[in-house]
C-alpha cells in the first residue's frame, strides 16, 4: 500500500467522554464540562495548558462520524462490510484475507480491529493481562415506569440510568455477575440485573442498542510483529473508565501513521517503525494501570470509600491534581527523545500563530494531516520560509514549512514543561542572533498529539 491506506471496517452506540483536547475545534458538539474524574472524585481541569480544558460528551456514533468526516476529507479509501478472516506475512508483505473471498496484499498491516483483533491473533502476538472480575450490561431502551435516575456505586461498580436526548429512551449502565460464558445481553438478562440493583426493571423493553463490556485487562506483548502492527483496542483493552480508550487509540494511529506514511514513501528505514512500540507501549501500560487503580476505587464499601475519601484529600494539592488529570488527557506524554528543549517529545500546543499569510492557529495547519515545519526563529522579521528535503531518517519532508512567530506567549500554553524557555523561543526576542543556526520545529505528529522536534542547522 502506498501513500493511502485503506480501512477496512464492519460495528454501536454508548455516551462517550473524551477531553476537549482530543476533538478537533471545530467538531465541538456537547456541552464542555471542565473537570475529568478519577475514580469518581472530580479534577478541575480548567488550568490545564491547552485550549480545550474541559470535556465533552457525545454519543460514541456522532463521535464516529466526525472522524469518518475527516478521513473523508483526506480521501482515506475506506471498504466497508469486507470482514478480515486471516493474514500471512512473509519479509516483502503481509497478504490479507477477507471474507468475501478476496485476497490484498500490503507492504504493511495494522490491526485496528478491536480488543478481540483477528490481526493480532494472527500475527501471534501475546495478549497478557488480568480477567474480568466484574461485568456490566449497558443498553438504550424504553421504560414503561419513571426511574430513579441518576448514578449509583456500590460493591459491584457502577449503576446508571439517565434520560437520552432522542425519543424518551434511556441509557442504562447495570452490573451483572461476571460469566465467562456469556455473549450477547438479552433484555432479560437487563431486567435481571436492574432488578437487583433497583428491585423493579422499570418495564424495560425494544431496546436499540444493548451490549456487554468487564474490566478485563490486557496489553500486547508487542505492537509490532514484522509487518504487522497493532493499535487501538487491539493493543490494549482496559475497564471503560476516565474517558480515555479512544484517546489512547487515536494518539497509537497518529503516533503510527506518519512512521508508516516516511517508510512507505522510503524517506526512513523500516526501524523508524520499532519507535512506535517504544513510544506507545508504556502509555497503554500506565492507562491500564490508571484505570485498574479507578476500578478498585469507584467500587462502594467503607474501606474502599475510605481510600478513596484519603485519595480525594490528596488530590485537592493543586500538584497532585494537574499531575493526575493530565495523565487522564494524555497532556503529560513526553517521549523520550534525548537530551534537548523541554517541549522536546511532548505535545505541540495549538499556538496563535503570526504568519506572512495572516494569523494562524497551529492546529488548524494540521487538519489535512501533513508534517508541518514551523519556523519560529524569525522573530518580528516573519517571511515565508522554504525548506528543502532533509534526507535524515526519520525527518522526513517537509510538506508545508511554515515561517511563524507565537502570537501569544507560550507560558500558559506549555506549563507542563518549563514555560519560560519556551516562550524565550517563541518569541524569538531574547536569543542572540547565530549565523548559519537556527532552530526549527518540526510537529511530528498532527492534531492533539502534536509532537513537537528540532533540529538545528
Ligand atoms: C461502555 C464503554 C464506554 C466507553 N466509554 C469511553 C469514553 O467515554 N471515552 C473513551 O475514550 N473511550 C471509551 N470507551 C473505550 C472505547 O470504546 C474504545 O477504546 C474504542 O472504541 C476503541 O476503538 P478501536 O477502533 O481501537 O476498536 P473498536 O471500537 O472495537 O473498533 C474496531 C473496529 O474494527 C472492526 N473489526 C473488528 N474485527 C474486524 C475484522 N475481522 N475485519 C474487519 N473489521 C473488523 C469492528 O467492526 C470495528 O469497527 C468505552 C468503552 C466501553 C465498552
Partial sequence: MSGRVPAVCTRGPSRFSISGESLIGSSRRGPPYPAVSFARVPLDISDLPTRHNYLLALPQSRFEEILADWVAELEVPIQRGREVVG??????GVDVEASDGRALRAQYLVGCDGGRSVIRKAAGIDFPGWEPTISSVIAEVALRDEPELGIRHDRNGTQAIGRLEAGGRFGIVVSEPYSPHSGEPTVRELSRAMVAVWGTDYGAHGPTWISRFTDMTRQAASYRKGRVLLAGDAAHVHYPVGGQGLNVGVQDAMNLGWKLAEVLHGRSLDSLLDTYDAERHPVGARVLQNTMAQ???TRSEPRIDALRETMRELLSIDESRKRIASMICGLDIHYDLGEGH???GRRMPDL???TADGPLRVFSLL??????LLDLAMGQRLRPHAVGRSGSA??????????????RSCRSACSCARPARWARRVDGRRRRPRA???????????VSVGLVASWRR
Wanted: aromatic letters at 0%.
Fill in 367 to 372: 487538519r489535512d494531516a501533513r508534517p508541518i
Fill in 87 to 92: 493474514m500471512r506475512q512473509d519479509h516483502t
Fill in 352 to 354: 496563535d500563530l503570526v
Fill in 342 to 344: 523541554p517541549l522536546l
Fill in 295 to 297: 476500578n478498585a476505587l
Fill in 394 to 407: 526519520g525527518r522526513g519532508d517537509v510538506e508545508r514549512p511554515v515561517g511563524a512567530s507565537g502570537a
Fill in 436 to 446: 548559519r543556526r537556527r532552530t526549527l520545529d518540526l510537529i511530528r505528529k498532527p
